[in-house]
Each structure stands twice: as C-alpha cells, then as structure tokens.
C-alpha cells in the first residue's frame, strides 16, 4: 500500500488504526544517533570511523539548535502535491532553500578543528567550492546519481541536507492515509529510499517501520514482505549463529535484494542508522550469499 | 510486483574501496576479515492463522533452515501478527502457547483406534481409518436418517451425527465441509475447535 499524504484536518485517523508515517524529531534524533555511536564503537573494530560519525551526529543535533528552520508557507505548492498524490518534500522537486548551504558551512566548520589528512582536505575542498557546485553535487546526490559525487564529500553533503530536510518534515501539518496499492520502497515525505527498517515496541509492537535515510521520517511496511518489490515468496532473514540477534538482513528471492530489518524488542537502545553502519560484517557475508543492498546508509556512500 | 525499484548497491566487495569509509582514510578491513569466521543463520517468517477457534487471529512463525540445504526445519518461536487486522499482534492464553503445542510430545501424529472393550488405543493406516469412519457414518445414517416427517413433509435430515470441521480453514475448505455434510442431511456441524 503506498501512503498518501494530505493536509492536516482533511481526514483523521480511525481509532485503531496502524499509523502508517511517523515524523521525524530532529530535536533528539541526531544525538541519540551520536551517544548510540559512542556506544557501539567501544571495542569495535571500525571504533575510529564510528566516533568519527558520532561526531558528524553531534555537530548535526547543534546545528537544529543553532539553525532552527522554519517550514516555508508553500501552500500552494502542498496543496498541488496532495491533489497528485506527490510527496510534500520530494527531495528531487523541492526548491531547496540556499539556507541548506548555511547548514552545510556551519556543519564543516564544526567538524574541522581536529580533522587531519583526507578528512581535513575533503572538508577545506567543500569550504572553499563554489556554492553552484555544491548545489549541483546535492541535487545529484538527491537523484540518486551516486557516481557523481565522491563518497567522502557525499557524506558533508548529505549530513546538511539531512538537517535541512529533517526539520522540514518534522513540522509539516499533514495526515497520512494508506492506500490499497503496492509501493512503499521510498520514503513518502521525501521519496529517498530507507535506510533500514525497525520493529517497534510499546504502543506500535510488533509493526515494522522503514526509516528514511535522509528526512528521517519512518513509515510502516507490513513485516515478512520485501520492501523493495512487495514480494512475500522468498523472505529469509540472516544472521550471525546467534537467534537472539537484534539486527537481521531481510533478503527476497525474487529481486535478490536485502535491507536490515532490526527488532527494538531485543535491544532497546538500537538506532537504525547507528546499528547499521556497526554491523557492516553482516552486510560482507550476505553480498557472499549473492544478495545485494536496496538501500544507503548516511555514513557509508558507495564507491564513485 | 515490480522486480526492481531502488538502487542496489554492493559495498564490500574489493575491501570497500571507494566507498566514504576507504576515501576517508579508515580502514574498514579488519570488520571485513571477521567475515570468514563468520556462520550465517537463515531463518523465515512465516504467517498463519492460529487453529485455535474461529476468532481466526494472525501469527507469525520463526523457523530455521531454509529447506534446500538438507537442514533439519524447525519452528523456533510464535507470536502474534501485529500487521493483523483481527488481532493486532495479540495472541490470548491458547495462542500464546502455540510453540509447545507445534512440539508437544503428546501431539497426534497418526490415526489410532481404541477398539470397544480395550483400555489400549492401537496404531491403524490412514486407509484403514478412513475405511471404518465410513462405515461408522453410513451405518449410523442408514439407521436414522429421517426422510420424512410426522406430517409427510420430505425433510431428509440426519440428527444422530454431528460434524466437527476446523476453525483456520480456507474458504474453499469451508465450500467443501458445507456441500459434504448438507449432502448427507446432517444438520449439527461447527467450526469451532475450541474443545
């Protein structure tokens, strides 16, 4: 079922109902990313790259502190979105305000003291680039054109337009509706794809949300089913010899694509983005058993 | 079914070469060489219905081995379907302990038949079981079958047999359940498995 988004006061939600998008919290988010982080890189062999996100999420959580943004009156525009079934914020179409860039310098500022070597460079290079440049490494990015861009700077870059976009999705007044069609792969704030997908606990136990990789947002898919083509034939779910596992890969046989699927109920602290990134070795042994990745991490942007 | 819909990516192959981690200057090869040493569970999900009564609520299965590489299956945990409509992931005392019933040592596996006058249920074939229902059925149908009533009305009813079906049954089963016991005239059938 794809989810439909239409203004706040349009329709409520039945009693009942499974609430089928839950916004993001840019206010918490970023630093629970960032202590999960911290946590998972105790004696872990990639603690140096984990600490190092933990501080990209650290300089993230500052900036919603120091650059609240404020949702611009496109009515209009929201209104022609929800007439045609279109995500509010679909990140390709939306004219990005320049405000994304003020992130992404005061991101970069943040994180160079103490920054050497690659890193150091990669960060003084974006810096020093022409704002037109930086837009055109975003909206490729945004497009999915990952060969664009090179994977380090894609992480500076995504890291702002995450907060940009968060922020923006995190005060949009809408109501969700699921619909009796078959398309849930992208996120229907933003239209990116998940990073991962999370089975909840407390008020919403047992139902699974898949969690955009860039708004942050989180939206529900019936669990046992693909979430990249629907198909329910041939789930398996993978992990260490270990069945009390909390973070499994979700792979389907018919389009030989995995995406994590991770269960809160057998650990309470995980963090989607956070635990993915941590448990890269489940991702080296399942591309062994053929299966491919439906999905980017923010931290982790392939090879260009 | 769309076969494909989102970017696929393969990230670890070549040591991540390329990817944020590598051009960063981290070194992502020691999580990478843990891989060897490293033994793959599959396990599936698999939904049902719990047999219990006719509420008909959702589960979902746990099992391990996929069933092609000469593993033994096993069914390792149940619980309620949160996705389910009728149930929402809530199983009551019954469903709950569906698990101990699926490994019961005491679960009827086979037809067994404890003749008049004995203490002792013996094993019989599912040819031989089959055989003596019929004829307990055609026997007992054949002496009160009531092809009229007081009044000469033709009612063709069979008051002395009831009939027992299953509460998780497909719609097609229950098409099938209706036209065999309505055909023999048998009035007292339920659905229900809740004894």
């Known amino acids: 079922m794809s989810i439909r988004i239409v203004p706040e006061g349009e329709l409520t939600q039945a009693a009942g109902d499974i609430p089928p998008l839950l916004l993001p919290d840019p206010k918490t988010l970023y630093l629970t990313r960032a202590q999960r982080l911290e946590t998972l890189a105790d004696g872990h062999d990639m603690a140096d790259y984990l600490r190092f996100c933990a501080r990209i999420a650290r300089a993230q959580h500052a900036l919603v502190a120091e650059h609240p943004l404020a949702l611009p009156a496109r009515d209009a525009y929201f209104a022609e979105c929800a007439r045609h079934g279109l995500p509010p914020l679909g990140s390709s179409a939306w004219p990005r305000d320049q405000v994304w860039q003020d992130l992404l310098d005061a991101l970069l500022g943040k994180l160079l003291p103490g920054t050497t070597g690659v890193i150091a460079d990669t960060i003084m290079a974006l810096q020093t680039q022409a704002r037109e440049d930086r837009e055109t490494l975003a909206s490729a990015l945004l497009a999915g054109r990952y060969d664009a861009v090179s994977s380090a700077d894609a992480l500076f870059v995504w890291a702002a337009l995450s907060v940009y976009f968060s922020q923006l999705a995190s005060q949009l007044k809408i109501h969700a509706i699921a619909e009796p069609d078959e398309s849930r792969h992208l996120c229907p704030v933003c239209s990116q794809g998940p990073v991962a997908s999370v089975v909840k606990i407390g008020d919403k136990d047992g139902l699974r949300y898949l969690h955009c990789t860039l708004c942050e947002s989180e939206w529900h898919m019936v669990r046992v089913k693909c979430s990249n083509c629907e198909s329910t034939r041939d789930i398996g779910y993978w992990s260490p010899d270990d069945k009390a596992v909390a973070v499994r890969a979700e792979s389907c046989g018919d389009c030989g694509s995995y995406l994590k699927v991770m269960a809160l109920g057998k650990d309470m602290a995980l963090e989607a983005v956070a635990d993915d990134l941590a448990t890269l070795t489940l991702d080296a042994a399942i591309e062994e058993e053929g299966f491919v990745r439906s999905g980017i991490n923010p931290f982790l942007f392939p090879g260009s | ?195």
Not at chain 2, 91 to 98: Q, R
Not at chain 2, 139 to 155: Q, S
């Open chain 2, 1 to 195: 079914m769309q076969v494909s819909r989102r970017q696929f990516f393969k990230l670890c192959g070549g040591s991540m070469a390329g990817t944020t981690i590598a051009a960063l200057g981290f070194t992502p090869g020691v999580a990478m060489a843990d891989v060897r040493s490293y033994k793959l569970l599959r396990a599936s999900e698999t939904r049902n219905t719990c047999p219990y009564c006719s509420v008909g609520c959702g589960i979902l299965m746990y099992s391990l081995g996929d069933g092609a590489k000469n593993a033994k299956s096993d069914i390792i945990h149940i619980e309620g379907d949160a996705d389910h409509p009728v149930n929402r992931g809530a199983l009551c005392p019954k469903g709950a302990g569906l698990l101990d019933f699926v490994h019961s040592p005491n679960r009827l596996k086979y037809p067994e038949v404890r003749e008049a006058g004995s203490t002792e249920f013996k094993r019989i074939s599912w040819d031989e079981a089959y055989s003596r229902i019929a004829r307990h059925i055609k026997t007992d149908r054949d002496a009160n079958f009531v092809e009229k009533n007081a009044d000469g009305v033709t009612v063709n009813r069979w008051l002395s047999t009831g009939f027992l079906a299953a509460s998780a049954s497909s719609n097609e089963t229950g098409w099938l359940t209706q036209k065999f016991v309505r055909s023999l005239g048998m009035l007292a059938v339920d659905n229900q498995a809740r004894v």
